[in-house]
């Protein structure tokens, strides 16, 4: 690693640590300022600040050390006299918001603070004095000093706001190493700090051997006999290796803990500009959540507490009136609800109005009403202007994720923003392959193996293959979700997907391997199309659409049950008909003229719904089909049915307007079995070729 | 009286009330989803979310001719839809749209209003969206 590299990883991982430590900084200043503090609180404020200094101090940051070392010879003082006088909090709090816009790189300038600072431990020391001349020497208070050195005597000079800062030390030890070893030491857990992109890096490894372990597996299924060992070998290091990648999709999660530190001192500093009390509650923060989604989540919770406290609490008088405490409550809740997890920002404040709640049973629910954009600016709602803002925020964020949101509220009795987030599903691990040009994925974990197609047995009447002493229905991706695609070749590369207890093999034209994806929902649109899980945008700018692993098998086991129907068909009844045409009055004429001829009919508007319909209904017999349609014209229509290993010899009949021999070749060239022109159509001649091709 | 987004599809002019408008951009290429309606042209990328892309003529029963070469982003009822049109021709005030004829054929329009001597179908955005909404089949 370069020297300037060395330097920058070493910064990123002070403003890590010193982020950290400053917002326990201001859980333990907020605790003494409402009177919970105690000696451990000191100790551990005064740490913090003799941390962030020496670290400061060895990476050069001049500034920051001169302002951690001024809040820290404050505590020592403090530790010296056993008195924290309440007062001293805000400068305090002042000292590490400004510490903090140091460390993110937004400084300003401190010399007013340094100089407040540098008051306040005079005033310190002027107290102190006065106590040890009434106390005696043996006045060394509550808070027992134990560290002589830090116990400077107040004649020190405050240090002086730095001008230039110092030269950058290149030889610096890891400052996190220090933190750790110290928390490594109190704390029950070793815990160690890794820069977020180390992991990453790990997780694109495990993923890039996963790929790896899908290639071997497909290039040892090309081999005829697997010796017992090889495949005993290649189970054993599938396992471990499906436990590595576990781990580190592990390591992606964290708990909510990790974003609400700074909250509390949020709405401490939101209650006072507001001149509100409220008390704040975090509950359920060990509850963890994808990494990716709570550092957006974080924002998003700023917003909400904002509108909690602003809009939603009332003044301490307000509260008086309406015989609630005169403290308001905030609470943020994160309760785990099996694979999603739901967020809850809950205040006990004025809630909506009851025009505000009829308005919203007017467009639906109150999420819909206080999550459209501009919302706050409409005229029925003036009371409550603002407590819209940021909801269209939270609502793209949370519907992006494949997620909800819900505001339960009535006038009064305060308000309950609900999110429920999924887990982890936005980072999914998926088999990527390509079928007719377009990219696939499915859920790696529903994957068993992959083969190569060679032997294809029928089962049923129905494609199928052995494997491991268990025959597997064999579907075709182009079939299962109703696509145009050309044929598959000699052997295709073969998924043998598990979901629940069905197990079905999948046949697609080629494997592109195995990827860690950030899974993107469909949307209302499409949400009545259960064959998907989602979409996924690819390193070269193509979509992949995620499918569902339970319509791979659900499909292909109804597949394959389809030839043996389970009420036994009439012998008498009639061949059952799909007529696809987009001309709704050819349609119905076609439809009118089978029926009539006693065959049942259904119909399509286009290819595309015609493969649908075929794939809903294992009953159609022969299929007549326009030429020229939207979507899926009927020669890509007759590909698709002919591709399909479960109709390649469905009867298909080709009715169109163009009758030139180069179109007849064309059909009949896609498999058609019949061509007829609508210029020389006659009903007599459709119901002869018709019966003809069902055999009646 | 609010603005209008003022669209062209298949040669017949229509309106979207501009609140519902996100932006106006290149159909560009689709990504196709085997088994969605007929109407649904395909899905795609847009500032890193999911849009489904709805071919509005074909929504709104109007033959085109040629295929349509833009694609407005709409949002209501809190999802967001892309529209595939042949062009944007402007934006501004409509006169009040008349009632819509009882043989409105889609019953997707709120009205229509001549402007300029040209028919603009004022649309009924909402009413589109639900009749896209796959949670409410």
Known sequence: MSEAAAEAELADLFRDEAMQRLDQMDTELLAIESGDGNAESVDSLFRHAHTIKGAASMLGFADIRALAHAAEDILAQVRETGVFPPDLAAPLLRATSALRAMVTG????????????AACRAALADDQADAAAAAGPEGSGLWQ???????????????????????????????????????????????????????????DTAAEIMEYRSRLTYALGQQEQLSEDVSDVLGAGGRLLGELSDTALGMRML????????????????????????????????????RVILESLSELLNHLLRNAIVHGIETAAERERAAKPRRGRVELRAVPRGSMVEIVVADDGRGVSPETIEAAGREGSLASLLAMPGYSTAKEVTELAGRGVGLDAVKAFVNSLGGNLSIRSQP???????????????????????RGGDVYGMPLSAVEEVVMLTKTLTLQGRPAMAVRGQSLPVTDIAVTLGMGAPPLGDRPPAIVVAAGDRRAVTTCDSLLGAEEVVVKPLGPVLADLADYVGATLLGDGR????????????????????????????????????????SFSVRELQRSILETAGYPVVTAQDGRDALAVLDRDGQIALVVTDLEMPELNGIE???????????????????????????????????????????????????????????? | MGSYVRVTVAGEAYALPVEHVLEVGELGQLRAVPGARAELLGIKSVRGQIVPVVDLGRLLGVHRAAPPGRLLVAEALGFRVGFAIDEVTGIGDLGEPEEPDEDTESGLLAGATLSDGVLVGVLDVPRMFESLDGTRR
């Open chain 1, 106 to 117: 937004s400084a300003e300038p401190t010399g007013d603070l340094l100089s407040d600072l």
């Open chain 1, 255 to 290: 708990p909510i803990s990790a974003i609400t530190g700074p909250l509390p001192r949020a709405v401490r500093d939101l209650a006072r500009a507001a001149g509100k009390e409220v008390e704040f509650v975090v509950t359920g923060a060990d509850t963890e959540l994808d």
């Open chain 1, 543 to 582: 979509i992949a659409l995620l499918v569902a692993s339970a319509t791979l098998t659900r499909k292909a086991t109804l597949a394959a049950a389809r030839p043996e129907p389970e009420t036994a068909p009439d012998p008498a009844a009639a061949p059952k008909i799909l007529v696809v045409e987009d």
């Open chain 1, 145 to 203: 000093a134990n560290q002589p050195e830090s116990a400077s005597p107040p004649q020190t000079s405050p240090p002086p706001a730095p001008l230039v800062p110092a030269a950058p030390v290149t030889q610096a030890p890891a400052p996190a190493a220090e933190g750790s070893a110290t928390d490594a030491t109190t704390g029950a857990e070793h815990t160690l700090r890794v820069p977020a992109a180390k992991l990453d890096h790990l997780l």
């Open chain 1, 637 to 696: 229509l007759t590909r698709a049915i002919r591709a399909s290993a479960a109709r390649s010899s469905l009867p298909v009949v080709i009715v169109t307007s163009r009758g030139s021999d180069g179109d007849r070749r064309r059909g009949i060239e896609a498999g058609a079995d019949a061509y007829m022109s609508k210029s020389g159509f006659d009903q007599q001649t459709l119901l002869a070729i018709v019966a003809r091709l069902v055999g009646r």
């Open chain 1, 412 to 434: 009064g009795q305060g308000m309950e923003v609900v999110l429920l987030l999924p887990l982890g599903l936005a980072l999914s691990e998926v088999l990527l392959f390509e």
